[in-house]
């Protein structure tokens, strides 16, 4: 079976850092890339981030650049969000998924073929 389990979510206060981690099994997955999704209560499942396991292309919405960064370890086949200078609107369910390939049209939920369960991350101020 095909499972994505994404954790490291927790409280923290602004300014800190937390390390997601998605652990994949079931499929193989360096032929896959590894998205990251969040959705704040009330609003739309927006991307975070992509990275493509094969060749380490990365992407990265605006407003996370410069404090998150996505890495992979194929070995382990995981993958981390570290998550540096939090912002409380950082807060967030946060979901790892896996598509064929990352383009700069990761964000497409409609891409990914399998997701994981989600990961609470909350910044308060």
């Known amino acids: 079976d095909v499972q994505l389990q994404a954790s490291g979510g927790g409280l923290v206060q602004a300014g800190g850092s937390l390390r997601l981690s998605c652990a994949a099994s079931?499929?193989?997955?360096?032929?896959?890339?590894i998205g990251w999704f969040r959705q704040a209560p009330g609003k739309e499942r927006e991307g975070v981030s992509c990275?493509?396991?094969?060749?380490?292309?990365?992407y990265y919405r605006e407003s996370v650049k410069g404090r998150f960064t996505v890495s992979s370890d194929n070995a382990k086949n995981t993958v981390y969000l570290q998550m540096n200078n939090l912002k409380v609107e950082d807060t967030a369910v946060y979901y790892c998924?896996?598509?064929?390939?990352?383009?700069?049209?990761?964000?497409?939920?409609?891409?990914?073929?399998?997701w994981g369960q989600g990961t609470q991350v909350t910044v308060s101020s």
């Open positions: 998924a896996a598509a064929i390939m990352c383009l700069d049209s990761y964000y497409l939920t409609e891409l990914y073929d399998y």
């Open positions: 079931g499929f193989t997955f360096d032929d896959y890339a």
């Open positions: 990275i493509s396991s094969s060749d380490g292309n990365t």
